[in-house]
């Protein structure tokens, strides 16, 4: 047993800021799915949209990779 | 044996230190560091694929040409598509940072090398001055009407207080997430490929289920590295285009 009380809450902290990234994952899966469901019925005007699908999926993963940024911070900066 | 051990025993997060070129411990703003060396190297693969790809100009392009004309018109579509035409003034900054970025992401590939976007220094200070840039090129073209963006006329009266709020905190939150994206992108697949590594190193010889697992998000990782470049072009052209249009 080593280490302290403050080092075992920031490493919990880590952990549980990680579940943060569950959200970005259905979030990124929700604008792939309605992309895709879309594209298919119909499919001509699906090329146009690719760029719009990548910009929701940016908007959408970044806020999961803020809460790795602040699992990180936890880790490695307190 | 345990000095074997231990070095098999690498940290994932030690890819990331930045080292001076020519020894020794210390760091000063003009130390040339690994992060320097990529970043130059970055530049000049792009100077050699774009002057020599383009030396030839022939009609039917050899290789080279061939992805330097993709390259361009890739960029160039995309800055017509999201930013319109008169975003092609500011076509040069947005092809400079894709380059410089993809070229930064793939070299990081490679075995052994540091990848400069990885570092969130790197891709802030793209990132600010993108924000910096949009943000005085909206002031200049539209005076104070580029306030509009923050204040939806599409919205009902009572919401929108509430919607400029919303809009002010995701404004002056672009340079972070915009910045976070890339770097955490690239941080979190090298780092993954580096814990299986540490797999692969603890299991000797019969680490096959590591080595396929790394050759996995390998692939994964090409196509991150494409992908976040291609985000970072993408979110540049669409600040643009509230730059050059804040009504719609």
Same mark, same amino acid.
């Given at each position: 047993?080593?280490?302290?009380?403050?080092?075992?809450?920031?490493?919990?902290?880590?952990?549980?800021?990680?579940?943060?990234?569950?959200? #970005?994952?259905?979030?990124?899966?929700?604008?792939? !799915?309605?992309?895709? =469901?879309? @594209? *298919?019925?119909?499919? %001509?005007?699906? #090329?146009?949209?690719?760029?719009?699908?990548?910009? !929701?999926?940016?908007? =959408?993963? @970044? *806020?999961?990779?803020? %809460?790795?940024?602040?699992?990180?911070?936890?880790?490695?900066?307190? | 044996?345990?000095?074997?051990?231990?070095?098999?025993?690498?940290?994932?997060?030690?890819?990331?230190?930045?080292?001076?070129?020519?020894?020794?411990?210390?760091?000063?703003?003009?130390?040339?560091?690994?992060?320097?060396?990529?970043?130059?190297?970055?530049?000049?693969?792009?100077?050699?694929?774009?002057?020599?790809?383009?030396?030839?100009?022939?009609?039917?392009?050899?290789?080279?040409?061939?992805?330097?004309?993709?390259?361009?018109?890739?960029?160039?579509?995309?800055?017509?598509?999201?930013?319109?035409?008169?975003?092609?003034?500011?076509?040069?900054?947005?092809?400079?940072?894709?380059?410089?970025?993809?070229?930064?992401?793939?070299?990081?590939?490679?075995?052994?090398?540091?990848?400069?976007?990885?570092?969130?220094?790197?891709?802030?200070?793209?990132?600010?001055?993108?924000?910096?840039?949009?943000?005085?090129?909206?002031?200049?073209?539209?005076?104070?009407?580029?306030?509009?963006?923050?204040?939806?006329?599409?919205?009902?009266?009572?919401?929108?207080?509430?919607?400029?709020?919303?809009?002010?905190?995701?404004?002056?939150?672009?340079?972070?997430?915009?910045?976070?994206?890339?770097?955490?992108?690239?941080?979190?697949?090298?780092?993954?490929?580096?814990?299986?590594?540490?797999?692969?190193?603890?299991?000797?010889?019969?680490?096959?289920?590591?080595?396929?697992?790394?050759?996995?998000?390998?692939?994964?990782?090409?196509?991150?590295?494409?992908?976040?470049?291609?985000?970072?072009?993408?979110?540049?052209?669409?600040?643009?285009?509230?730059?050059?249009?804040?009504?719609?």
């Amino acid at each position: 047993m080593e280490g302290d009380i403050v080092q075992m809450g920031a490493y919990i902290g880590a952990g549980l800021a990680c579940t943060g990234m569950g959200g #970005a994952a259905i979030g990124v899966g929700t604008v792939v !799915g309605n992309y895709i =469901s879309g @594209a *298919l019925r119909n499919p %001509s005007a699906s #090329a146009s949209q690719t760029a719009t699908m990548f910009i !929701g999926i940016a908007f =959408s993963e @970044a *806020l999961g990779i803020f %809460s790795f940024l602040v699992a990180l911070l936890l880790m490695y900066a307190s | 044996m345990a000095e074997e051990a231990s070095a098999f025993n690498i940290h994932p997060m030690d890819q990331f230190v930045i080292k001076p070129l020519f020894g020794g411990h210390e760091l000063n703003w003009y130390t040339p560091t690994n992060e320097t060396l990529w970043m130059g190297i970055a530049i000049l693969a792009i100077i050699g694929l774009l002057v020599l790809g383009t030396r030839g100009r022939a009609i039917i392009p050899s290789r080279t040409q061939s992805i330097a004309e993709m390259a361009y018109g890739f960029v160039y579509n995309m800055v017509v598509d999201v930013a319109g035409k008169d975003g092609l003034k500011y076509f040069p900054m947005i092809m400079t940072l894709f380059m410089f970025i993809v070229f930064s992401n793939f070299l990081g590939l490679l075995p052994m090398a540091f990848t400069p976007t990885s570092h969130i220094a790197v891709t802030a200070v793209m990132a600010m001055g993108v924000f910096l840039f949009v943000t005085i090129l909206g002031f200049a073209r539209n005076g104070m009407k580029f306030l509009s963006i923050f204040w939806i006329s599409a919205a009902p009266l009572a919401l929108r207080p509430i919607l400029a709020l919303i809009e002010i905190i995701s404004y002056f939150v672009r340079p972070i997430s915009h910045s976070i994206r890339l770097a955490g992108n690239m941080m979190a697949g090298h780092a993954v490929i580096k814990v299986f590594a540490g797999f692969a190193g603890a299991l000797g010889l019969g680490a096959v289920a590591p080595i396929l697992a790394i050759s996995a998000v390998y692939a994964l990782e090409m196509l991150v590295a494409f992908i976040q470049a291609y985000v970072f072009a993408i979110l540049t052209c669409v600040y643009l285009k509230d730059a050059l249009h804040p009504g719609h």
